[in-house]
């Protein structure tokens, strides 16, 4: 995997607390600042998509309990799968 630049990942330790709330929370600057450096990590974008991917499957009411379980291992499975360490502990 490619290293980040020093001012890319200080830039992206900078936003690291807006990874955990909801985007519609965050500031039209914050989602923008996102979309520019998140590309510059492949783990930190990785594991926002994730997120999102994880709550789309929460929200889903209107499926069935079956299908919503095939989705959740279906994560799970990418998730343990994607060799970053924190996002597949949390999927086990």
Not at 29 to 55: D, G, I
Not at 57 to 80: I, N
């Amino acid at each position: 995997m490619s290293r980040v630049a020093p001012q890319d990942a200080m830039d992206l330790q900078a936003v690291k607390p807006w990874l955990d709330r909801d985007e519609r929370l965050l500031r039209e600057h914050q989602r923008a600042r996102l979309a520019e450096l998140l590309p510059k990590s492949h783990v930190l974008q990785t594991m926002f998509e994730m997120r999102h991917e994880l709550a789309a499957v929460w929200g889903r009411s209107m499926a069935t309990r079956e299908q919503l379980v095939a989705q959740l291992r279906d994560w799970c499975r990418r998730a343990e799968t994607s060799e970053i360490t924190p996002l597949a502990e949390f999927a086990r």
